[in-house]
């Protein structure tokens, strides 16, 4: 099938690369030249694991182009993917003007019977937006679908490969037959691919984002009850995660949750309860709660030294928003160097793939950026964990004492053991565990 996807981020980049995997012809439309020049010449502008040979190949093979020209890209096309992103905008609202602007191109190129795939995530109702947009372009007899992407930075070619369903929001047969044809390839072990109608695809969403943080905010919220009783976050976790009922994931504490979806994505939820009257109480407190852990280790930090850090400096290992991504958009990692610097400190940053996009985002002042892990450590008063890659997670720690001024780590990750670290000789201060050193209680 000939496919058009309109933005060649995260998730456009991935999905036209894993269609064009399954056979298809995917043309790749951006507005960014020097993107699409970049991935013309054969480089992948963002750090995904198992993307590169993807694109290579199915570049090689003649079975995905990159523009900037609509023109090249839509007609003949018979799903065209829209996913350009949806930055946060005013009170939280999700900001759809890219996707109209889009739309407005593509409404320009369209071919009569082709599919309008809403990839980006959307506020209910955005779909029916773009089908008028597309509609005053100019574009006749088209369809559209509303099929949220679910994939996760880190493992998103994975995600897209092998999903656990596609949810496909359609109000024709056309746009199902379309959408059923292209993830057939996709889900041969038997994952389903879900129709409902439009509002309830681009809702779920949300709902889906939403969940996941809120079971993230409320073990972070535990985790500080812990800090006051004695308990042991990982235990609650264990012991509530083998519960069928609850299930092991999103349940691990931490410096709180960023990246491009959660915040924004909770935030847009509760933005569009307020403008329907309806008061979403659960979101809104899963946004209040991560607020404030976002700031955790700081805390813990100041309450360790003083106040005023003058003179301080702290290693900082982890600036992505998770692991195995580049993407620092509302990293927890960026507001605690923020907080250190304002406090007076200095830091010496490291993380494996994201220091260019951290780098244009922190302060010129104050920031080293360092080759490798231990060098960030040289003189540093304390070492802050916050990204928990896989190469952090055992160091060698005789080197980590040598090379620190002092052996204090704030682990807001959990990745060491409390006993181990109080063994080797370490002050160790984890979310809501046993720490080892002066009474550093979160309360
Ligand atoms: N990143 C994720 O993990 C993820 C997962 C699921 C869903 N989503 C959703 O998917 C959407 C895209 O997210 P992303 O992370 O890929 O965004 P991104 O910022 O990485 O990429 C968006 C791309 O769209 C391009 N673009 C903007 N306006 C355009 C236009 N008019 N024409 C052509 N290209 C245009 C930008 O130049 C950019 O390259 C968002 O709605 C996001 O919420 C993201």
Redesign the pocket.
């Known amino acids: 099938m000939n496919v058009a996807v ?7 980049l991935v999905a036209g690369a894993c269609l064009a995997e399954a056979g298809n012809f995917v043309t790749c ?4 030249e020097d ?1 699409v020049n970049r991935l013309k010449d054969g480089a992948t502008p963002i750090y995904e694991p198992g993307l590169s040979r993807l694109l290579g190949n199915n570049r090689k093979a003649g079975r995905l182009r990159f523009t900037t020209d609509y023109g090249e890209a839509v007609p003949g096309a018979r799903a065209v993917f829209l ?4 930055p946060p905008g005013a009170d939280g609202q999700a900001s759809v003007g ?1 996707v109209i ?2 739309a407005r ?1 593509v409404g320009e190129h369209l071919s009569e019977n082709a599919t309008v795939v809403m ?3 959307v506020p209910v109702g955005t779909s029916e937006l773009v089908r008028k947009e597309l509609s005053e372009a100019g574009a006749r007899g088209f369809q559209m679908c509303a099929n949220p ?5 880190g493992d998103a070619v994975n995600d897209f490969m092998y999903p656990d369903r596609v949810v496909c929001g359609v109000d024709s047969d056309v746009a199902r037959d379309t959408m059923a044809r292209l993830y057939a390839p996709f889900v041969r072990s038997g994952r389903p691919v879900l129709f409902m109608d439009i509002p309830s695809a681009e809702l779920a969403k949300y709902a889906a984002n939403t969940m996941l943080a809120a079971r993230i905010s409320f073990m972070n919220e535990l985790s500080r009850l812990c800090e006051v009783t004695g308990a042991d976050i990982e235990d609650v976790r264990r012991a509530i995660g083998t519960d069928p009922r609850i299930g092991p994931y999103f349940l691990y504490a931490g410096t709180g949750f960023g990246g ?2 959660f915040p924004k994505d909770v935030a847009a939820l509760v933005s569009a309860g307020k403008a329907r009257g309806v008061d979403l109480q659960v979101a809104d407190a899963v946004l209040r709660a991560n607020t404030i852990q976002c700031t955790v280790l700081v805390r813990k930090i100041v309450r360790r030294f003083a106040t005023d850090l003058t003179g301080r400096r702290f290693a900082v290992w982890g600036l992505a928003f998770k692991p195995e991504t580049d993407d620092t958009r509302q990293a927890p990692s960026l507001k605690i160097i923020r907080e250190l610097l304002d406090a007076g400190a200095t830091v010496a940053v490291h993380d494996p793939a994201a220091m260019e996009k951290a780098k244009a985002e922190l302060p010129p002042r104050g920031v080293d950026y360092c080759d490798n892990e231990y060098d960030a450590l040289d003189g540093a008063d304390g070492l802050v964990m916050v990204t928990e890659w896989m190469q952090y997670r055992q160091p060698d720690w005789q080197q980590v004492a040598a090379r620190m001024k002092h052996g204090i780590v704030f682990d807001g990750r959990n990745v060491f053991d409390p006993r181990l670290m109080r063994e080797r000789g370490f002050e160790h201060y984890p979310i809501g565990r046993i720490q080892t050193g002066p009474d550093l209680i979160d309360a």
């Open positions: 309109v933005g060649t981020g995260y998730v456009g439309v951006d507005i960014l993107r996913a350009v992103g949806t890219h602007r889009a191109s990839k980006s995530t992407e679910f994939l996760k930075q491009s979806c």
